[in-house]
């Protein structure tokens, strides 16, 4: 079942973006223009860039060009066939021919090297990737598998900048991957999926992953790179054992993941060509422990008891400190839920999302079917329940990074321990602990979309603009990834779609609409937020027409595990869209009983 939105982003000619709801909510969105453009438009000035102009002044000139090449063919034509068998009539229109062939080459070949500098100087002077383009803008080469392909996540962000020196990154996958594809001399003894009969190895395999200088090229790639991984095989993280950049100046590193790494069926799910991309080191060293920001649920509150648990965290966190599975007797502990009728720590998953700074607990307890007809889990009912959240042993007083290997506790991007009273140090009093209470009650209320931004049909939407979905209640921040918000694009007149990147971000707001930020503030909704790369403008002109379009299926679930369906959102001017069990679709503002047609 999916309902599409469909958006279509207008820039100037017309740009359209989309904001969908799948068994949800379609909308056709276009956009808000800059202020900037407004401002040129009003002052009678042009608001395209200088890219732009340059390429219109080139398809005029190609465009010319052709006429003069045919004029030239017919014209020496003309001479051939009335000849009459004069030699030197026959011989000048030879030569108006080869001298129109010869110049039309050395132009096009004087096109194409312009091109392929102005490509070199747009990715020195720091575009994006090695910019092949369709339309207006530039697009992001090597970055289709982030979002839109296998890769779900990824510190530090496409194009971050004033990374710590000290910072590790981390490589988040759909599946569960090939360890050798990560690390060299590792021998999975042709059993991908089970470590325990590994010869273990922590070397970087820099065939596969580059980590470099952008400046110096991929030659001189980095190789004294520790590389460890999460127990699900899906996240990696990559652990230089010299500082990355410099003291005196910022420095930009590229990151490339190879289209031959493999996961543990064997097949390499990489975007042809691989995946790329930049970030920017500042000139200073992390030591400023992690903490707790805010805790769902809350402190002192009451709670049914299919409930998940959440902790966001100040900053992203190492995801080997912070996710794995909890058996009730052993396996993950640095993260543990207490009931009051066991001492024993409930068991089940702790998953990482939201860009590495929320950690979601699930109990393995099955105890009913939410609205999709999927089992949920329950915490132990009508129990006092304690969290806590464990701190990792830091190196001394003065040193919070931590000093045991796997951590017991959790750690920041650069392995600084958690400061879990939130005094700016770490000690032996870090970890931190609240408590809720549970009903015997399981709560079955769906969520549903409560706004989207840009609206259904919005013009002048902004290239760069995210966007933005309102949920009326509390997700699980885990589901909020792009197995489950589906962002598309198409051009219409080809019908092609271009490649585009896109990652998630969580934020929880109070039912006042602020944003949660201390642990006094109640978390109420969450407002998802999605970057992505650069729309395309469309051009009337050329004729080119991109349409974009973001689908939410029912693979969204609220706090209470329960899906998203029926796919309930607004329509355009902000009320219900009208869904029902019998017409789960909300297409663009309007409910129908069969999916929506994307564009």
């Known amino acids: 079942m999916i309902s599409p939105t469909v958006l279509k982003v207008l820039k100037r000619g017309?740009?359209?973006a989309a904001v969908g709801a799948f068994i949800g909510v379609p909308l056709l969105v276009f956009a808000a223009d800059s202020n900037l453009s407004s401002v040129g438009s009003t002052a009678g000035l042009g608001t395209d860039s200088l890219t732009t102009i340059i390429g219109r002044i080139i398809n005029v000139f190609l465009s010319i060009l052709g006429v003069v090449f045919l004029i030239l063919l017919v014209y020496a034509g003309a001479i051939w066939m009335t000849a009459g068998g004069d030699g030197k009539k026959v011989d000048k229109a030879k030569g108006i021919l080869i001298n129109a062939v010869v110049g039309l080459l050395i132009t096009m070949s004087a096109y194409a090297i312009s091109v392929f500098v102005i490509n070199l100087l747009t990715d020195a002077t720091g575009g994006s990737g090695s910019g092949s383009s369709s339309g207006s803008v530039s697009v992001e080469s090597l970055s289709n598998s982030l979002g839109s392909g296998v890769i779900r996540d990824h510190y530090p962000a496409r194009g971050a900048t004033d990374i710590s020196r000290n910072t590790r990154i981390f490589v988040t996958f759909r599946d569960a991957m090939d360890i050798s594809s990560f690390i060299t001399g590792y021998d999975t003894n042709s059993t991908p999926s089970d470590v325990?009969?590994?010869?273990?190895a922590t070397a970087i395999n820099s065939e596969n992953v580059k980590i470099y200088v952008?400046?110096?090229g991929d030659s001189a790639a980095l190789t004294d790179v520790a590389v460890t991984f999460?127990?699900?095989?899906?996240?990696f993280v990559f652990d230089p054992t010299e500082y990355l950049g410099s003291a005196t100046e910022d420095v930009t590193y590229a990151v490339y993941l190879s289209d031959s790494i493999k996961n543990t069926d064997g097949d390499t799910p990489i975007d042809s060509g691989g995946y790329l991309w930049y970030f920017t080191t500042g000139t200073t060293v992390d030591i400023t422990p992690p903490?707790?920001?805010y805790v769902i649920p809350t402190d002192g509150t009451t709670k049914d008891r299919n409930i998940v648990v959440q902790a966001i965290f100040s900053e992203a966190v190492d995801p080997?400190?912070?996710?794995?599975?909890?058996?009730?007797?052993?396996g993950f502990s640095n993260i543990q839920i207490v009931g009051t009728s066991s001492t024993a720590p409930v068991a089940g998953e702790y998953v990482i999302s939201n860009s590495y700074k929320t950690v979601t607990f699930t109990s393995t307890d099955a105890c009913g079917t939410n609205s999709c007809g999927e089992t949920i889990y329950c915490l132990p009912g009508g129990e006092s329940i304690t969290a806590t959240v464990y701190s990792a042993t830091p190196t001394s007083t003065t040193d919070p990074t931590a000093s045991i290997f796997p951590y017991d506790g959790i750690v920041d991007t650069s392995g600084n321990s958690l400061d879990g009273n939130s005094d700016g140090s770490v000690g032996t009093d870090d970890d931190y602990t609240w408590g809720f209470t549970t009903t015997n009650d399981i709560n079955l209320d769906a969520p549903a979309i409560e706004s989207i931004t840009p609206n259904i049909e919005e013009e002048n939407v902004d290239?760069?603009?995210s966007v933005q979905i309102t949920f009326d209640s509390l997700l699980d921040s885990s589901t909020a990834n792009s197995s489950n918000i589906v962002m598309t694009n198409k051009e219409m007149t080809s019908g092609d779609s271009h490649e585009m990147w896109y990652s998630f971000g969580a934020t929880s707001l109070t039912s006042e609409g602020d944003e949660v930020l201390v642990d006094s503030q109640v978390p109420a909704k969450t407002l998802v937020t999605i970057s992505h790369g650069t729309f395309l403008a469309s051009d009337a002109t050329?004729?080119?027409?991109?349409?974009?379009?973001?689908?939410?299926?029912?693979g969204v679930r609220n706090e209470y595990q329960n899906c998203f369906v029926p796919g309930e959102g607004p329509d355009a001017s902000g009320g219900s869209c009208g869904t029902t069990t019998t017409a789960p679709f909300c297409c663009n503002g309007v409910a129908q009983d069969t999916a929506c047609s994307l564009f």
């Open 230 to 235: 999460t127990d699900d095989l899906k996240t």
């Open 463 to 465: 290239l760069d603009q």
């Open 542 to 554: 050329v004729p080119l027409s991109y349409m974009y379009s973001v689908t939410a299926n029912e």
């Open 196 to 200: 325990s009969d590994d010869t273990t």
């Open 291 to 293: 903490t707790v920001q």
């Open 320 to 330: 080997t400190s912070a996710t794995g599975t909890r058996e009730s007797d052993s």
């Open 214 to 216: 952008r400046a110096d």
């Open 14 to 16: 017309a740009m359209l």
